[in-house]
């Protein structure tokens, strides 16, 4: 089972790719961090190196009975050079942080980016969403993988310079010494090596409590559920359920802390015997062979320093082994397969004029994960410049064949084309840029107002935003601000920003599709927490400001699509009924029956799912 593990989890890239590639992304970022890591690994190695001769030079001038003058000498200038390497060494050192911190944000910027365009199903895809926790994770702080690296390299470096010294002295004594400490630093690394791979193996495990305890905090400090928590008096329910969290956590921890724990007691016994044997040989050889006091001191430091170089090249090699889990995380999360042509693809060109005809074909989704279809053997055709609206109780499957027809889910099976082409082959970006559409669930910047409109930040047509707002009936409150279209959005960013109504964000989200000026409009129940006179009114205006463009209107109020060419009414994912307001209300099916239901709810007062108080 556990070597099963091992082998599903065995990361994509190895630690000298990694160190590679972020080679690579600091030359194409700041060059100068390269050369300053190694610059400060010679000038660091050099300053211990001078630590280490300073005792014995100066003890063996005392031995030799050397004069003042030469003495003093030697004090000056080994000092004097001491403090140089050490000064060279701070300077260097603060000079690397600015393009250590460059080099992370940085690749901050590729993880944001790649989320940000990423193709829609990736969104929607669990494994995706951990990766990408798992590459935050490697940029969150100084000290995470993509910025310690730099540090970890350096101390790899200045060990192994110092290495390479030192053993220059002690092969001078034994061989065997040398062989000695470093077989057992061998072994150590080994063991820190395990316990890391330990910990890659079970990350899984530790992102899923620490994602459960944020959750659970942000639900229990968060505005949105203030009042759900005092009405209804869940407060020591999240208490428990995060104290049970945080069991489990503690658990794991616990599991850690004894695999840690081996590999500790076995670094301690290996450097007992190593330093006691290095110790030992010495005090054997001065006896031995009469080393003087200045020689002694000068070995003695040697075989001190020579452990510390082997086990600090190992031990650190350990740490960027462990980074180089953490940059592997990255890379495959950087890296992941995109489904739809993105960059690739035919292209399409835009104009607000062009005649767009959409076509469904035997088209079933089903969800990742799901048990059923969502939507099942649909055929369907939008014609260019046809008002189609799409109705339907909650869950029939309106949304997702919205986001079928508008590119951002493939079908499971069938075809989506585009004036005969299917969309799979052409380039999604400029699909994309074909729709005017408002969904359901939206989010606005806090930027100005009409940044929000033109989204965008330079060369916004004001003339054109205004109009767009007044269409939308927005102007009056947009007059009303403080800085008219220039007043802030929402009070995160900017003091001064200021906080739009449910049904003023709606509009908002109106007059920025008009803005977009796409040939296909698509309106998924924009307008849901209007009153329905006034989501009527608005569509009323779409009807007339779309002619001759394709349109879909999504709605669950019946009333408000009456003015479309064709109404299609979805059950279970199908196509349950289709025709025009009037046609359907003949035919007395479940239109009319859903339809005379909500407007008994207008007259009389119910609910607009069809039932009554």
Excluded at 285 to 297: D, K, R, S, V
Aim: proline content about 2%; charged content about 25%; hydrophobic content about 40%.
């Amino acid at each position: 089972m556990e070597a099963t593990e091992k082998k599903k989890t065995k990361p994509k890239y190895n630690m000298w790719q990694n160190t590679w590639y972020m080679v690579q992304t600091a030359w194409e970022i700041h060059k100068p961090v390269i050369f300053l890591c190694i610059a400060l690994a010679v000038v660091s190695a050099a300053g211990t190196v001078a630590e280490l001769l300073i005792t014995p030079a100066i003890l063996g001038k005392v031995e030799s009975a050397a004069a003042a003058g030469e003495l003093i000498a030697t004090i000056a200038a080994y000092i004097g050079a001491l403090l140089l390497l050490r000064a060279a060494q701070a300077y260097i050192k603060n000079n690397t942080i600015f393009g250590r911190i460059e080099t992370r944000t940085t690749i901050i910027n590729r993880i944001s980016l790649k989320v940000a365009t990423t193709s829609y199903p990736n969104t929607l895809d669990t494994r995706f969403i951990e990766q990408m926790n798992n590459a935050y994770r490697t940029v969150s702080n100084n000290d995470a993988a993509a910025e310690a690296i730099w540090r970890t390299w350096t101390n790899i470096l200045t060990n192994v310079i110092g290495f390479a010294v030192y053993i220059l002295l002690l092969l001078e004594l034994d061989a065997w010494l040398v062989l000695l400490v470093a077989a057992t630093a061998a072994v150590s690394y080994l063991a820190s090596k395990h316990i890391n791979e330990w910990g890659y193996r079970h990350r899984k495990e530790r992102m899923e409590y620490n994602e459960k305890l944020t959750y659970i905090r942000d639900v229990a400090t968060g505005r949105s559920y203030a009042k759900d928590i005092r009405m209804f008096g869940l407060a020591n329910w999240i208490e428990e359920l995060y104290a049970k969290t945080l069991n489990m956590l503690h658990a794991f921890v616990i599991r850690r802390e004894k695999a840690e724990l081996w590999g500790n007691v076995i670094d301690i016994a290996l450097t007992f015997l190593r330093n006691g044997a290095a110790y030992a040989y010495l005090i054997w050889y001065t006896l031995e062979h009469g080393l003087g006091a200045a020689q002694f001191l000068l070995y003695f430091g040697a075989v001190s320093g020579f452990t510390q170089w082997v086990t600090g090249i190992l031990d650190k090699f350990g740490t960027l082994h462990k980074q180089s889990l953490d940059l592997s995380e990255l890379r495959e999360y950087l890296e992941w397969e995109e489904p739809f042509n993105l960059e690739s693809g035919e292209r399409i060109e835009k104009r607000s004029d062009m005649p767009c005809e959409i076509r469904l074909e035997n088209v079933r989704y089903r969800y990742i994960g799901a048990e059923k279809d969502t939507i099942r053997g649909l055929d369907l055709t939008i014609h260019a410049g046809e008002k189609l609206a799409i109705v339907g109780l909650n869950g029939a499957g309106k949304t997702t064949l919205v986001k079928l027809i508008c590119g951002f889910l493939d079908p499971t099976e069938g075809r989506v084309l585009f004036n005969g082409k299917d969309v799979r082959t052409l380039n999604r970006r400029d699909y994309y840029a074909l729709f005017s559409a408002v969904f359901q669930r939206f989010s606005l910047l806090e930027s100005s107002i009409i940044e929000n409109i033109a989204q965008r930040i330079d060369g916004i047509d004001e003339r054109r935003a205004w109009d767009c707002a007044e269409k939308a009936g927005l102007t009056e409150k947009i007059r009303s601000l403080p800085k008219g279209m220039y007043t802030h959005f929402g009070r995160s960013v900017y003091e001064d920003g200021v906080e739009l109504s449910g049904g003023e964000t709606q509009r908002l989200m109106l007059a920025r599709a008009l803005y977009k000026d796409g040939p296909i409009i698509a309106l998924d129940e924009p307008t849901a927490a209007l009153d329905p006179i006034a989501e009527n009114d608005i569509y009323q205006k779409y009807s007339s400001m779309t002619q001759g463009r394709t349109s879909l209107f999504i709605s669950h109020r019946l009333a408000s699509t009456r003015f479309c060419d064709r109404i299609i009414m979805l059950k279970d994912g199908c196509i349950s009924e289709a025709g025009t307001h009037d046609e359907l209300m003949r035919r007395g099916g479940e239109y009319a029956k859903l339809f005379a239901v909500q407007s008994k709810y207008y007259r009389e007062g119910g609910r607009e799912d069809g039932s009554e108080n």
